[in-house]
C-alpha cells in the first residue's frame, strides 16, 4: 500500500509535527500495470462499498472507426507508442494514449485500462 496523505517534511528539509495518525482514506494502492495477453481482471473494493474492476491482460479492444462511428471487439497484437513512457512499448504495457497494433489497423487507447476494466480505442492514421 501506498500513503498519499502529507509528507514528514518541509519544502525546506526540516520535519513537520503531525497532529495526527495516517488515516484509511489516505492509503492508495499500487499502480496497476496492463499488458496484452489472455484477458484476466482483478475485482477491487474500493470505499463507500463500491467495486472497480481493473485490467491486468487483456487481448481484446473495442476499437471504433471514427469514419463510420462502428465499434468491432478487435485483437490487439502490440504496443507501437506509448507517450507515457518509452519503456511500456517494449513491456506491451497498456495505457490511455498508447498506440496499438489491431486487426483493423492502428488504434490509440481512451479509456485507462487499469482503473475502468475495459479497453476502448480510436482508429488513427487511416
Known amino acids: 500500500m501506498r500513503y498519499q496523505g502529507n509528507s514528514v517534511r518541509k519544502a525546506t528539509g526540516g520535519r513537520l509535527k503531525h497532529n495526527r495518525g495516517k488515516r484509511k482514506f489516505e492509503l492508495g ?71 496499438v497494433t489491431t486487426e483493423m489497423g492502428k488504434a490509440k487507447i481512451t479509456s485507462r485500462p487499469g482503473q475502468d476494466g475495459d479497453v476502448n480505442a480510436v482508429l488513427i492514421g487511416q
Open 29 to 99: 494502492r499500487d499502480i496497476t500495470q496492463p499488458v496484452i495477453g489472455p484477458t484476466r481482471n482483478k475485482i477491487v473494493n474500493v470505499m463507500g462499498n463500491g467495486t472497480k474492476v481493473k485490467v491486468l491482460k487483456e487481448e481484446f479492444a473495442n476499437v471504433t472507426d471514427p469514419k463510420t462511428g462502428k465499434t468491432q471487439r478487435v485483437k490487439m497484437t502490440t504496443v507501437t507508442a506509448n507517450p507515457a513512457n518509452k519503456n511500456f512499448v517494449r513491456r506491451n504495457i497498456l495505457t490511455r494514449g498508447a498506440v
